[in-house]
Antibody, heavy 121, light 110 residues
Framework: QVQLAQSGAEVKKPGASVNVSCKAS????????IHWVRQAPGQGLEWMGV????????TYAPSFQGRLTMTTDTSTSTAYMELTGLRSADTAVYYC??????????????WGQGSLVIVSS | QSALTQPRSVSGSPGQSVTISCTGT?????????VSWYQQHPGKAPKLLIF???DRPSGVPDRFSGSKSGTTASLTISGLQAEDEADYYC??????????FGTGTRVTVL
């Protein structure tokens, strides 16, 4: 059974960085790409980017270019999302998800529990 | 890369049908059949309902159906049930390994 266990809530000051982890289990880690999605309080879902655990190729949403880094550690089946230059608008729940429902494309259908990041001075 | 446009809210009585639209551009919905729909209950992670415009993952009731015409995708919920009250999001591939979500629609069961 696919499970994604994310790191806990964090409180950061403006300008700081945050690193959220996502430990996968129940499948071969390198099989599926991992997406990161965030949701600000009371707002909609925002796609942040995707990483291919095989080789580490990444694609980031344009709005995060320069501030976002996604990595994976295949030895521990863990994905990481680092966001730098935090501002209050980055306060959100951050989700990792696995694109394991495949048809013409592969769609995220397993999700982590979410990691709340609060940016406040 | 702008968010896809969805109505803010739709509502219906139990047993009725509701349809949620998702309007994009020729660069996303208009160019690819890689459209999906997600259901999200408060405080929960999203759940995949529809992929590849109209396919359902195993376990998703056939009350949920999807379609696409031009730059607009649609999700129809037939035989509305109380547990369908949730937020719904469309998502489309936008080329170059980029994806975009819709603005989200709150479905209320009257």
């Amino acid at each position: 059974q696919v499970q994604l266990a994310q790191s806990g809530a964090e409180v950061k000051k403006p300008g700081a960085s945050v690193n959220v982890s996502c430990k996968a289990s129940g499948y071969t880690f390198t099989t599926y790409w991992i997406h990161w999605v965030r949701q600000a309080p009371g707002q909609g879902l925002e796609w942040m980017g995707v990483i291919n655990p095989t080789g580490g190729r990444t694609t980031y949403a344009p709005s995060f270019q320069g501030r976002l880094t996604m990595t994976t550690d295949t030895s521990t089946s863990t994905a990481y999302m680092e966001l730098t230059g935090l501002r209050s608008a980055d306060t959100a729940v951050y989700y990792c998800s696995v694109g394991s429902q495949c048809g013409g494309d592969c769609y995220p259908d397993y999700w982590g529990q979410g990691s709340l990041v609060i940016v406040s001075s | 890369q702008s968010a896809l446009t969805q109505p803010r809210s739709v509502s219906g009585s139990p047993g009725q049908s509701v349809t949620i639209s998702c309007t994009g551009t020729i660069s996303d919905i208009g160019d690819y059949r890689y459209v999906s729909w997600y259901q999200q209950h408060p405080g929960k992670a999203p759940k995949l309902l529809i992929f590849d415009v109209s396919d359902r993952p195993s376990g998703v009731p056939d009350r949920f159906s999807g379609s696409k015409s031009g730059t607009t995708a649609s999700l129809t919920i037939s035989g509305l049930q109380a547990e369908d009250e949730a937020d719904y999001y469309c998502r489309s591939y936008a080329g170059n390994s980029l994806y975009v979500f819709g603005t989200g629609t709150r479905v209320t069961v009257l």
